[in-house]
């Protein structure tokens, strides 16, 4: 993965750590972490600035590959689709926190602002709404 300077066009950061190919990349909303998914069913989390991997989670039996990432407005989850498998990851831990999963394929998803809310659409065209809350109290 690399990140370009669209003022000179040359390379500003590259990252070098998926096993295979990269299949999703987020921002976070203040641009200081770059979330990457790929093929090795890996979800890394990256300083922009320093250009270092600050997380590096393993998604389910790490087989499947992550197709979707989405990242939290404050920076602190990761949500993540994998095959059938929603996955909610809590950056500071590094640790799987919550785990859904479905009848069919799962791929784009959203989180909500406050954290509390995840739409995930499956390939079908069908979208879920799941309530974290709710989710994490059961």
């Known amino acids: 993965v690399s990140i370009w300077s669209l003022a000179n066009a040359k390379v500003h950061r590259a990252f070098n750590a998926h096993h295979d190919g990269v299949t999703a990349l987020s921002f976070s909303r203040d641009g200081a972490s ?11 989390v990256w300083s922009v600035n320093e250009g270092e991997r600050r997380r590096h989670f393993t998604v389910g039996a790490g ?31 590094g640790e799987s926190e919550l785990s859904f999963v479905f009848d069919r394929r799962v791929g784009p998803l959203t989180l ?12 079908t065209g069908r979208i879920h709404r799941l309530a974290l809350e709710q989710a994490r109290r059961q």
């Open 34 to 44: 770059l979330i990457s998914a790929g093929r090795d069913a890996a979800v890394m």
């Open 63 to 93: 087989s499947d590959p992550v197709e979707y990432v989405a990242v939290s407005s404050d920076g602190h989850y990761i949500a993540a689709t994998c095959s059938r498998s929603l996955w909610i990851l809590p950056v500071e831990s």
């Open 112 to 123: 909500s602002s406050d954290r509390e809310t995840v739409l995930v659409g499956e390939l």
